[in-house]
C-alpha cells in the first residue's frame, strides 16, 4: 500500500510535451504538439487520472463507488488507484461479464475491487438521486464518483493539465465523450482568455471530436459542466465519431495500426484514434490557419483496446 505522496510520485507529472511532425498534408504549415497524458502512468489512463486527482486528496475516502461499463478506462484507472492507495473500492457495472470477464474486469478483480454486476434498468439510474440516496444508506462512508469521474472536481484536474503546457498555443483538441474533459479545458482556457485583448484572433481555442453520434448532445454536456456560459472559442466537430462509440470501421483501424509502427507512441480506436485522423484530416482540408500552433490532447486509454 502507498500514501497518496508515494503515489503521486509513481505518476509521469507533469506529463510530457511533445513536438509532433507527422509527414502529413499541410503539417509543415502548422506547429503542432502532443501534450502526452497517456504517458503518465502505464496502467492508469491519462485523462482518467486527471479527473480523479481532486477527488482523490487527503483524508482518502473510506470506501469509493462507481460506475462504468465493461471496458471502462474510468473504472481501471479508479480501481488501480484505490488498490494502491489501499481504499476499498466498488464499481456497479453495466452488464453481467461474470461468466467472460474482460481484460479491464480482470484488472479489477486483482485489484481487489467488489464488482457488482447491474442490467441496463438499474445502471441508467446511475445519477437519479433517489437511487444514489440508497446507495448512500447502504454505504454511509462512501464518496461516489459518476461514471467516467465526471464530476465539477474533475475540471480542476483538467486545468492542471493545461497550465502544465509551457509552449504558446493556439489550439487544443481533445477528444469528448462525457464532456467533462472538454469542459475543463474550455474553463482553464476562458480564465487565460479573461485576462487578454479582446481581438479574436489571439484567443486561445478548444476543438472537441466527438467520439460517438451526438451533436447538440455532447455541447449540452459540456454546458452543464460550464462555470460561465461561454459558447465562444470552442466547438465540438462531429465529423469524425466513425458511426459511433466505439465503433471503428477498418480505415480507422488501418490508420491506428500504421500510426502504431510509424510513430514514437501509440493510438486506439476509440479516442485517440480519431482525434488523431481528425486533426490530419481538418489540416488537409486546411482548417488551421497557416501559422497556427496545435497541442493535441492525448487522453491514453491504450487499456482499453486490449
Ligand atoms: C474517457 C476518455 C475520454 C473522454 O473524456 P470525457 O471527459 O468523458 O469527454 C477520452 N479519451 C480517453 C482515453 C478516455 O478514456
Same mark, same amino acid.
Given at each position: 500500500?502507498? &500514501?497518496?505522496?508515494?503515489?503521486?510520485?509513481?505518476?509521469t507529472l507533469p506529463s510530457p510535451l511533445i513536438p509532433f511532425k507527422p509527414n502529413w498534408e499541410g503539417a509543415s504549415k502548422v506547429s503542432l504538439y502532443v501534450k502526452r497524458d497517456d504517458a503518465i502512468h502505464p496502467v492508469m489512463s491519462g485523462n482518467k487520472w486527471r479527473k480523479l486527482s481532486h477527488a482523490l486528496t487527503s483524508p482518502l475516502p473510506?470506501?469509493?463507488i462507481s460506475f462504468g461499463g465493461g471496458f471502462s478506462n474510468h473504472l481501471h484507472a479508479l480501481g488501480f488507484a484505490c488498490y494502491k492507495l489501499g481504499i476499498p473500492f466498488t464499481a456497479i457495472i453495466?452488464?453481467? #461479464?461474470?461468466?467472460?470477464p474482460s481484460p479491464m474486469i480482470k484488472d479489477l478483480m486483482q485489484w481487489q475491487t467488489r464488482i457488482e454486476y447491474v442490467n441496463r434498468i438499474t445502471y441508467?439510474?446511475?445519477?437519479?438521486?433517489? #437511487?444514489?440516496?440508497?446507495?448512500?444508506?447502504e454505504f454511509p462512508n462512501a464518496i461516489?464518483?459518476?461514471?467516467?469521474?465526471?464530476?465539477?472536481l474533475a475540471l480542476q484536474g483538467i486545468k492542471d493539465m493545461v497550465d502544465e503546457i509551457e509552449v504558446d498555443f493556439d489550439f487544443i483538441v481533445a477528444? /469528448?465523450?462525457?464532456?467533462?474533459?472538454?469542459?475543463?479545458?474550455?474553463?482553464?482556457?476562458?480564465?487565460?482568455? &479573461?485576462?487578454?485583448?479582446?481581438?479574436f484572433r489571439s484567443h486561445y481555442k478548444?476543438?472537441?471530436?466527438?467520439?460517438?453520434?451526438?451533436?447538440? #448532445?455532447?455541447?449540452?454536456? /459540456?454546458?452543464?459542466?460550464?462555470t460561465t456560459s461561454s459558447q465562444t472559442h470552442w466547438h465540438i466537430d462531429h465529423s469524425y465519431h466513425f458511426g459511433g462509440y466505439a465503433k471503428a470501421p477498418s480505415e480507422l483501424q488501418t490508420f491506428c495500426s500504421d500510426f502504431n509502427n510509424t510513430m514514437?507512441?501509440?493510438?486506439?480506436? /476509440?479516442y485517440s484514434g480519431k482525434a488523431f485522423w481528425a486533426v490530419k484530416d481538418m489540416l488537409a482540408k486546411g482548417k488551421f490557419e497557416d501559422g497556427s500552433r496545435i497541442v493535441v490532447l492525448h487522453t491514453g486509454g491504450l487499456q482499453g483496446a486490449r
Open positions: 500500500m502507498l &500514501s497518496l505522496d508515494e503515489f503521486k510520485t509513481s505518476l473510506n470506501h469509493v453495466r452488464g453481467d #461479464y461474470s461468466a467472460a441508467n439510474k446511475r445519477n437519479d438521486s433517489t #437511487y444514489l440516496d440508497e446507495l448512500k444508506l461516489i464518483i459518476p461514471e467516467g469521474g465526471s464530476q465539477a477528444p /469528448v465523450a462525457s464532456g467533462a474533459t472538454l469542459a475543463g479545458i474550455i474553463n482553464a482556457l476562458n480564465k487565460r482568455n &479573461s485576462l487578454m485583448a479582446t481581438d478548444a476543438i472537441g471530436i466527438g467520439v460517438l453520434k451526438g451533436e447538440g #448532445y455532447l455541447e449540452g454536456l /459540456v454546458e452543464q459542466f460550464l514514437e507512441f501509440e493510438i486506439e480506436p /476509440v
